[in-house]
C-alpha cells in the first residue's frame, strides 16, 4: 500500500474521529511559522495520548522533549482534575514557542516546563523528591532514549504507564548494518525495556500522515 493510501487514510480518520481545536491548530501553525521540524504527533496520535491519560486518571504527567508544546496540549485535555505536566525541553526557541501556545490555550497554570537538557533536568526531578508520576511521555532525541527510561522508572510507581514515539524509524530499527545513533538508541531501549521485570509492555507498529512508524507502550509493574 503505497504511503499516499496511508495519508488520505490517517486524514479520514482524523476528519471523523478528531475534532478540530482552535489552541492545537494554532500550535501547529505556530511550530511551522518558526520553521520548527514537522516531528510533533499526527493528531490522532495526540488524542490517543489524551485518552491513555484519561483511562490512567492521570493527575501527574511527565513529558520528555516539548518542541512546540503539541503533544503537551493534547496531555493536558486528558488530565484529571488539579492535574500538572511537567515537560522538559533543552532548545529555547522550541521552549518560547511552546509557553506561547501554552498560554493561547489557556494552560499555563498547569503546565510547568522546564529548559534544560533532559539528562540535566531529570536527575533534578528526582533530587527535588517529585513525587511518581502516573504517565510519561517519552518523544525526545532517540540516542538517548535509554537513559530517559532509565530516569522514568526513577521517577515511576506501579501502575505507571511509559509511552515512547518513534521506535520503528521506518523499518530501521531492524537494519543492524545501518547502526546511526538514533536506531542503536532505539534498539537498546527496547531490549531494556524486554529485559527488566519491572516493566511490562509491547510496541505496535503506526503508518499513516507520519510515515511508517511505531510506539511502545509499557506498564510499571507492582
Not at 47 to 54: E, N, P, S
Not at 112 to 135: I, N, Y
Not at 144 to 164: C, D, M, N, Q
Not at 210 to 215: E, I, L, Q, S, V
Amino acid at each position: 500500500m503505497p504511503e499516499e493510501t496511508w495519508t488520505e487514510i490517517d486524514q479520514y480518520l482524523t476528519r471523523t474521529l478528531v475534532r478540530p481545536e482552535d489552541a492545537l491548530e494554532h500550535a501547529l501553525q505556530a511550530s511551522e511559522a518558526a520553521g520548527l521540524p514537522a516531528i510533533h504527533v499526527s493528531p490522532g496520535q495526540g488524542k490517543l495520548l489524551m485518552l491513555l491519560a484519561r483511562i490512567q486518571d492521570a493527575q501527574r504527567v511527565l513529558e520528555i522533549g516539548t518542541l512546540a508544546g503539541y503533544s503537551t496540549i493534547w496531555l493536558a485535555r486528558g488530565l484529571g482534575k488539579h492535574g500538572r505536566i511537567i515537560t522538559l525541553e533543552a532548545d529555547p526557541k522550541h521552549a518560547k514557542i511552546a509557553r506561547d501556545n501554552f498560554a493561547k490555550a489557556g494552560l499555563t497554570d498547569i503546565i510547568d516546563l522546564r529548559l534544560g537538557k533532559a539528562l540535566h533536568t531529570l536527575p533534578q526531578l528526582v533530587a527535588a523528591g517529585e513525587k511518581p508520576f502516573d504517565l510519561i511521555f517519552i518523544d525526545a532525541d532517540k540516542q538517548h532514549i535509554p537513559e530517559y527510561f532509565s530516569w522514568a522508572l526513577k521517577l515511576s510507581r506501579p501502575g505507571t504507564i511509559i509511552v515512547v514515539d518513534n521506535v520503528v524509524r521506518s523499518g530501521a530499527v531492524i537494519e543492524t548494518d545501518k547502526m546511526e545513533p538514533n536506531i542503536a538508541g532505539v534498539r537498546r531501549f527496547l531490549e531494556m525495556a524486554g529485559n527488566d521485570q519491572r516493566v511490562s509492555g509491547t510496541a505496535l507498529q503506526t503508518v499513516g500522515s507520519k510515515g511508517h512508524d511505531g510506539f511502545a507502550l509499557l506498564r510499571v509493574q507492582g
